[in-house]
């Protein structure tokens, strides 16, 4: 190769320190972009198809199928989904720090399709559920064999579930270099339309398979799902010549505990107010390792004691302005995250007593078909599509005029917009439910637990329509915060934060909904939340959660006030990075980097 080549290719390197499953710089044209994303888009389509097939039916599997109470499968459905959001923190710590986003999301993906096929088998075999019974009463409970096997295979789904998510989302960002205009751009919209995939996917898994579910079974729903699973982990790998990986910068929570242990250490020391007299390495450094340096920032100021030099000494055990920094970012995250767990509540309550509002409703189309109980979370699920592909399409052009903004607005005016509209869809289904139990009195269908009330199952439209407008809203600005304002050596734990406030909220979701029932029963009164929905008062439990979430948004207002947003990446750093990339051999780093034992950075 002549050294005109060897300078051309060095030039198309990607700049954002990207390299192959070899660990050699990338070029732009051959490798990531819309392309990559094309195989990271068709997968997600289909993993989402299976979790809605799974999660918006649960509770109905739950109480008909293994004769499981209201309240208990609510906490059920709603336990099982907080413990699928939180392995996400768990996965992103193994990505950032040991496997990288390919492998280990290649490993829970396997883990995934192995659970699927168990649980296939849990809901086929008829020696592996209770028999049907007509009443409801007297029903035979399900043996221990039973709910052992089938909750096995359904915890195992939440650990493949749980794994891939918070790796999938951010390896599909990671195919658009921040350096390049035209991919930044397009990285700017990504999470809009990776949204829009999963909303897509959901849509057709509580459509067409929650129809296969009611009317044919749920071992065959199930077939479907661990066969899609199978063909779209299949279009990943073939994927993989086009995609572009991060390198691996070792344990992110090692590096920040050792700068908290270092802040302990110098405790006494007073800060220094000249910030240029703390400990930095030259940013060629990060830049040939795949990391960025960050420069010093006012805030959290007393972590600035872990880069104090003393005496003019250097050791491993001073950290520098970066770690800080990054530090620094991390914490300033939380109490964000803090205000996004309350929001979290609302999606187990939509696949679960909204669900069981459903069954009490006339869910008839004309004179044969009848409308599957859970699939009235379809309607949650459009009213995101059409909101994302109107925000994209028509209000980010607008906003972007007046904001400035390329996005339009910012993550957190987007998150705050739809905490208040969650609000507002909580209202509405207080007074949809006020009129649906006027109609159950009319009909005297109180204590009947399978009494069908005189109203359409479109009367829940509005509730849900105003849901997925506020999950629209509120969902991607949580997936751009997190992963925009996370380190770029720490990203796959920034949006395991968005995954982990979802498995947080199903946690205190179902601790609200245990307690309150539990609460309002007291003294041998009938509880707002009791196994007969029609002799429920869940108005009263969503007036509460509306409360409840009207005192979050005033938290939220004030946490978003105060939080300072991640500098941008400078043009003078992007000087830097392309010529560190042209300076640097073809070969590249590591995927994993490299350790110099006098550098106190560990990657």
């Not at 700049?15 to 994303?37: F, H, M, N, Q």
């Not at 849990?122 to 009463?137: H, K, T």
Request: aromatic share 12%; hydrophobic share 45%; net charge positive.
């Amino acid at each position: 190769m002549s050294s005109f080549e060897t300078e051309k290719e060095k030039e198309n390197i990607v700049l954002d320190g990207s390299v192959d499953l070899r660990g050699r710089p990338v070029e732009r044209a051959k490798t990531g972009g819309i392309k990559a994303c094309s195989f990271l888009v068709g997968y997600e389509f289909c993993e989402r198809l299976a979790f809605g097939g799974i999660w918006a039916n649960l509770v109905i599997y739950l109480t008909t199928k293994l004769h499981e109470g209201t309240v208990s499968a609510s906490r059920n459905v709603t336990v099982w989904t907080g413990t699928m959001w939180s392995m996400s923190i768990i996965a992103a710590y193994i990505a950032d720090t040991h496997w990288g986003r390919y492998w280990t999301f290649l490993a829970f993906s396997s883990v995934y399709i192995v659970a699927m096929g168990l649980l296939a088998l849990a809901v086929s075999l008829p020696s592996l559920r209770p028999p049907p019974c007509s009443s409801g009463e007297g029903c035979q409970k399900a043996s221990n064999l039973q709910i052992g096997i089938f909750y096995l295979a359904l915890y195992l789904v939440a650990v493949g579930a749980g794994g891939i998510k918070p790796n999938i989302s951010t390896f599909g960002a990671d195919q658009f270099d921040e350096f390049d205009p035209k991919e930044k751009s397009h990285k700017n919209r990504f999470f809009n339309w990776w949204m829009f995939t999963i909303f897509f996917g959901s849509l057709f898994g509580k459509t067409f398979l929650i129809y296969i579910e009611d009317n044919v079974g749920f071992g065959v729903s199930y077939g479907v799902i661990t066969a899609a699973l199978i063909i779209s982990g299949i279009v990943f790998l073939i994927g993989t010549p086009f995609y572009r990986h991060k390198i691996v910068a070792g344990s992110p929570l090692k590096r920040m505990g050792k700068v908290f242990m270092r802040v302990i250490r110098n405790w006494k020391v007073k800060a220094p107010s000249d910030p240029s007299t703390l400990y930095e390495v030259d940013p060629k450094e990060y830049i040939a390792k795949g990391r960025y340096p960050i420069a010093h920032t006012s805030a959290l100021r007393f972590l600035d004691k872990a880069a104090i030099v003393k005496d003019g000494n250097v050791s491993s055990k001073i950290s520098t302005v970066t770690e800080v920094e990054e530090t620094k970012l991390m914490i300033g995250m939380l109490p964000i995250w803090v205000a996004t767990i309350t929001p979290s509540i609302l999606g187990p309550q939509a696949g679960t007593l909204f669900v069981k509002q459903s069954e009490t409703l006339n869910r008839h189309l004309g004179s044969s078909f009848q409308i599957p109980a859970a699939s009235v979370t379809a309607f949650l699920t459009l009213s995101m599509l059409i909101t994302t592909l109107i925000y994209d399409r028509l209000l980010v052009p607008i906003l972007r005029k007046y904001t400035g903004n390329p996005k339009g607005t910012s993550a957190l005016q987007r998150m705050g917009v739809g905490m208040a509209m969650q609000v507002v869809a909580m209202l509405v289904a207080v007074a949809v439910e006020i009129k649906r139990l006027e109609a159950v009195k009319d009909g005297g269908l109180q204590n009947n637990k399978r009494g069908i009330v005189h109203k359409s199952i479109f009367t829940l439209l509005p509730q849900f329509i105003l849901l997925g407008i506020a999950d629209a809203f509120l969902d991607i600005g949580k997936i751009e915060f997190f992963y925009d304002q996370a380190p770029e050596s720490m990203q796959s734990m920034g949006t395991a934060l968005y995954t982990s406030s979802n498995g947080v909220g199903a946690f205190f979701s179902s601790f609200v909904i245990t307690a309150v029932s539990n609460f309002t029963a007291r003294g041998g009164r009938k509880g707002w939340i009791v196994n007969n929905t029609n002799a429920s008062r869940l108005d009263y439990y969503y007036a509460f959660l509306a409360v409840l979430l009207l005192m979050n948004v005033l938290f939220f207002m004030f946490v978003s006030y105060v939080y300072a947003y991640k500098r941008e990446i400078t043009e003078a750093f992007r000087e830097h990075s392309e010529k560190a990339m042209i300076d640097t051999d073809v070969n590249g780093p590591s995927l994993k980097g490299e350790h110099n034992g006098s550098d106190p950075i560990q990657l």
